[in-house]
């Protein structure tokens, strides 16, 4: 039985649901003053948020109540929205297949002004060649048509994220996984014809995973763009410092800095989710990656630049807790 369906069946007995689930939408946590003095002391420029919304691990952080993922995955994002240090969100399911304009105008009624998204664009214009993994069905190994297609992506991606964010989308992200890329400048090349061929107005962003291809080339197609590189905490990848300098995203006119901060050193992905889980507290610190990304903060505000960062509960175990203590090394 869906979530929903087994809300409207309690919902007739009232004596045996939670306080909570008998209340319209989630409740927020209380914020301790120190956070929202902090809050306010940070640039209003400097956008911080989770790579997503809906783990319940962060009850009492986040959350004041005890709710399950799919009711935060559904109605969590206003209460989030109400932390004054999470400015800024991720928003992936769009990586697997488009949203309409009317679900992005949903999520842009939940927020308050200000608030940004990070979109990922969908994977089927990110992805050469499709992997051998079962998910990909008879489509394994062969040859991706879509790959790097500016007319899929200027009417199925682009035109839903303008309409339904407006203002509120923050950067749209193309994310290329590891991935056999070919020669560095030809690949260079046929981003630069992509992102070229893309309507004007939106921030594109693009994230690599093969550091190989973190090339002049690559920046020079970003700067001809008017696209920016998304920096990203990668045990793949250099330093956020080093890929800033390759990218070039420092360069004057950039339109933003847009960072991802994904994973700490020695651990997969996998496992650390599983070493993590349920999110509710910093369990691996990573205060080199803290410093690398402040110092990117307070170069973009003294530039002028927006600065978009989202922090994966990956990164050190908890996500809220790590955008605090990197809103404490930004303001010092």
Known sequence: MSTRGRSDQLALFPGLVPEKERRAGVEPAEVPEEVRQLALDLPPGIRL???TWSFPGWMGLVWGGKYSESR?????LAAYAQHPLLRGVGLDRTYYQP????????????????????VKAQEVLTVSRWPDRPRYGAQQGQTNPLFLDPVYAAEKVVAPYVEGLG?????LLFQLSPQDLGVPEKFADELHAFLSALPRGPVYAVELRNREALT???????AATGAVHCHNVHPRMPEVRVQARLAGNSR???????????????????????RYRPFDRIQKEDPAARRALA?????????????????????????????VELAREIAR
Do not use: M
């Open 49 to 51: 948020g989770g790579s």
């Open 72 to 76: 935060l995955a559904n109605e969590g």
């Open 99 to 118: 949203l309409p304009v009317r679900e992005f105008a949903e999520y842009a009624a939940a927020v308050p002004e200000g608030f940004r998204f990070l």
């Open 167 to 171: 203002e509120k989308g923050g950067a």
């Open 216 to 222: 002049r080339a690559y920046a020079d197609a970003l």
């Open 252 to 274: 004057p006119g950039a339109p933003a800095t847009v960072i991802r901060w994904l994973l700490g050193p020695g651990l997969t992905y996998e496992e650390a989710g599983r």
């Open 295 to 323: 110092e990117l903060a307070r170069e973009a505000h003294a530039a002028g630049r927006p600065f978009l960062c989202t922090v994966n509960n990956n990164a050190e175990g908890c996500a809220p807790l790590s955008i």
